[in-house]
C-alpha cells in the first residue's frame, strides 16, 4: 500500500465521543518510550505527524488519524505510566477498555513491545487481557536497530513462549526499526490484506 494521505482527525475522551464508525481502524498502543510515535511516523512516512498526539493535553486521549480517506489509524495512550495518580490511571485504563471492547470497526491493535528486554510483566498482562476479552491484535517488537539480531531474536521467542504456556494459538508478529524502515512495508501489506477481507465481507452482506 502506497500512503498518499495521512492527516490528524481529533483527540477523544470517550469511545462514544471518536468519529463516526464508517472505516476500518487500527490501534497503537505500547509502553510511554517504546517508539510508538517513531512508528506512526514510519507508517504514514510523515515525520511529524505522531508529534500532534503527543502534545501536551492529547497523550491521554484517543487519537485518530485518517489515511487515504480509507482507515484511520488510532494513537492511544501508552499504559504502565508510574507518574500518575490511582485514580487518573483507572479513568485512563476504562477508556481504553471501553474503547478496545467496543469500538465496532477496531480490525487490529498493534501491541508496542520494546525488543531490547526479555520478556516484561507488564506487556505479557496487557496481552493476555486482550485475550481474554478477544479483541484482535499484532505484535511488534521495535527498535531491532538497537541489538543485534539474534539478541532480537531470542527476545521475541521468549515473549511468544511466554503466551506459549497459555494460548493455544500465537498472534503475528512484526519487527520494525525506524532507521531502515525495517517492517513497514509488512505492517502496511497487512493493514491493506485487512482492508481487503472487510471490503468483501461488507459485499457479502
Ligand atoms: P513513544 O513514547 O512510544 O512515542 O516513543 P518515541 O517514538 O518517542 O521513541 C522513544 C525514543 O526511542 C526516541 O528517542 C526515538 O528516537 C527512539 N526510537 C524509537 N524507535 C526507534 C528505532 O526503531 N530505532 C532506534 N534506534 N531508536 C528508536
Not at 68 to 94: F, M
Not at 99 to 126: A, G
Not at 172 to 200: P, Y
Request: hydrophobic share 35%; with cysteine.
Amino acid at each position: 500500500m502506497k500512503i498518499k494521505e495521512a492527516a490528524y482527525v481529533i483527540s477523544s475522551p470517550s469511545v462514544e465521543q471518536c468519529p463516526k464508525p464508517d472505516k476500518p481502524e487500527y490501534a497503537f498502543i505500547g509502553r510511554s518510550n517504546v517508539g510508538k510515535s517513531s512508528l506512526i511516523n514510519m507508517i504514514c512516512g510523515r515525520d511529524a505527524l505522531a508529534k500532534i498526539s503527543a502534545s501536551p493535553g492529547k497523550t491521554k486521549l484517543i487519537n485518530h488519524f485518517v489515511v487515504n480517506k480509507e482507515w484511520y489509524l488510532v494513537d492511544l495512550p501508552g499504559y504502565g505510566y508510574a507518574k500518575i495518580s490511582q485514580s487518573e490511571r483507572k479513568k485512563r485504563e476504562k477508556m481504553i477498555q471501553d474503547y478496545l471492547r467496543k469500538r465496532e470497526t477496531l480490525v487490529n491493535i498493534f501491541v508496542l513491545i520494546d525488543s531490547r528486554h526479555m520478556p516484561q510483566k507488564i506487556d505479557l498482562e496487557f496481552v493476555n487481557q486482550l485475550g481474554e476479552w478477544q479483541v484482535p491484535f499484532t505484535l511488534v517488537f521495535t527498535k531491532a536497530d538497537k541489538e543485534k539480531p539474534t539478541v532480537v531474536e531470542r527476545h521475541v521467542k521468549a515473549f511468544l513462549d511466554k503466551l506459549r504456556e497459555t494460548w493455544q494459538f500465537l498472534p503475528r508478529n512484526f519487527v520494525t526499526s525506524i532507521t531502515k524502515k525495517q517492517g513497514r512495508d509488512e505492517i502496511l501489506n497487512f493493514i491493506d490484506d485487512c482492508n481487503k477481507a472487510v471490503k468483501e465481507k461488507q459485499n457479502e452482506i
